[in-house]
């Protein structure tokens, strides 16, 4: 998962990326052609509003998270690319793996050969809550919506319908607590979309000791859900991380792992 490549960029090539990247984001968020959404509680009219900022669950877009924190994943995808950040990149809960493209066009829109894609889903919903274990977690209803189980096939469908499926996309099928320990090396973007207390602890006590300084840790769920965001709260306190946290938008956050020691190296 090293990362050593150079990539060598020219202006004409970097406005080709901005313009691809742009297309991109309107493509995975469906602002284009503005699909209903197939939510419970929004009806079926397509509203720009609530897709910038991922208010709706889109019955054909390839992203729920909305244009907002879209951009987000592309900007810090293209940071942690053009600054040279050592490691992979990875999603844990993809949904129908819109997110997880994003990073893979990022990654061929700059000529970036070597860094893969880790996609960590169950391809099959949200679990249970075991209020036992996880008491933040009771009375989370996630597990209640089949929309939000989408298969490991069509996740691929949709990266091979963007020309995308190739050897740097690599699919983590199963619970995060089976999946993700098992994964050795580095990652310079860890993106958790997990919404419940469970999902978000064990992906961060897994994924956080391998993001390399510089890295970008973006959370998705923050604002909406409290489970995720008390499992943020918890894991900072425990590590003594006090690095900057920035918002998106009303539910994402992010920050960069050990930001004051990258500032103060010469």
């Known amino acids: 998962m090293k990362h050593e490549q150079s990539l060598k960029l020219t202006p004409t090539s970097l406005a080709g990326a901005e313009l691809y990247l742009d297309l991109m984001e309107k493509c995975l968020a469906n602002t284009i052609y503005g ?3 197939n939510d419970p509680w929004t009806g079926q009219t397509y509203r720009a509003g609530l897709r910038e900022v991922g208010r709706d669950w889109p019955s054909q877009a390839h992203t729920m998270i909305g244009a907002k924190r879209l951009k987000n994943v592309r900007e810090l995808t293209e940071l942690a690319v053009l600054q040279g950040v ?3 990149l990875i999603e844990t809960g993809v949904w129908r793996g819109g997110a997880s493209i994003m990073m893979r066009a990022v990654c061929k829109a ?8 880790y996609c960590a889903d169950s391809f099959e919903g949200l679990p249970s ?14 597990s209640k919506y089949e929309q939000l189980a989408v298969s490991v096939e069509q996740v691929q469908a949709n990266f091979a319908s963007y020309g995308l499926l190739d050897d740097q996309v690599k699919f983590l099928k199963g619970w995060f607590k089976d999946t993700l320990p098992k994964l050795d ?18 992906a ?4 956080y000791p391998q993001l390399s300084d510089g890295g970008y840790l973006i959370v998705d769920d923050y604002g909406a859900v409290e489970g995720c965001q008390r499992a943020i709260h918890d894991y900072r306190k425990a590590h003594g991380i006090n690095d900057q946290m920035y918002q998106i938008d009303w539910t994402g956050v992010w920050w960069c792992k050990n930001s004051s020691k990258i500032q103060a190296t010469p």
Not at 110 to 117: A, H, I, K, L, P
Not at 129 to 142: F, K, L, M, V
Not at 185 to 202: K, N, P
């Open 204 to 207: 961060i006590e897994a994924l």
């Open 35 to 37: 699909d209903a959404p």
């Open 110 to 117: 700059y000529g970036d050969t070597e860094r893969s894609v």
């Open 86 to 88: 050592p490691g992979d």
């Open 185 to 202: 090396g580095t990652f310079a973007v860890v993106r958790l979309d997990g919404d419940m207390y469970e999902s978000t602890i064990q």
């Open 129 to 142: 809550p075991d209020a036992e274990a996880y008491p933040a977690d009771a009375g989370d209803d996630h």
